[in-house]
Nanobody
C-alpha cells in the first residue's frame, strides 16, 4: 500500500518561507514522478509543481514560478516544496501526489497524501 505523508505546513507571515516535505512509502519511489497541488477554501484543487523521477525536469504553475522550488531526495524517499516570498493567496491545503508516469500538471495522479495546511497572514 502506497502512502504519502506531508509535513511542514503552518502559519507564516506574508513574505516568509516554509518548506513542505512529503515522505513516501513505496520502494520504487525513485521511479515515480511527484507533484504538489493545493486547494484553497471554496476553490478547486490546482496544480503547483511537478518533478520527474530524476528531478532533472520540473514544471510550475505560473502563480508560483520564481518563488517555489520542488526537489526530491530519492535516498530519503522524500519530495520537498520550498516556498519563498509567500503571499496571502498561497493559503491552502497542500497535497503531494505520485504517479507511475509523467503527467505534469494533469490531475490524474494515482496516489495522494492527506494534505498539510499552509496559512499565510497578510
Amino acid at each position: 500500500q502506497v502512502q504519502l505523508v506531508e509535513s511542514g505546513g503552518g502559519l507564516v507571515q506574508a513574505g516568509g518561507s516554509l518548506r513542505l516535505s512529503c515522505a513516501a512509502s513505496m520502494r520504487t519511489f525513485s521511479t515515480y514522478p511527484m507533484a504538489w497541488f493545493r486547494q484553497a477554501p471554496g476553490k478547486e484543487r490546482e496544480f503547483v509543481a511537478a518533478s520527474t523521477y530524476t528531478g532533472l525536469t520540473t514544471s510550475y504553475a505560473d502563480s508560483v514560478k520564481g518563488r517555489f522550488t520542488i526537489s526530491r531526495n530519492n535516498a530519503k524517499i522524500t519530495v520537498y516544496l520550498q516556498m519563498n516570498s509567500l503571499k496571502f493567496e498561497d493559503t491552502a491545503v497542500y497535497y503531494c501526489a505520485a504517479n507511475d508516469k509523467w503527467i505534469g500538471a494533469e490531475h490524474e495522479y494515482t496516489y495522494w497524501g492527506q494534505g498539510t495546511q499552509v496559512t499565510v497572514s497578510s
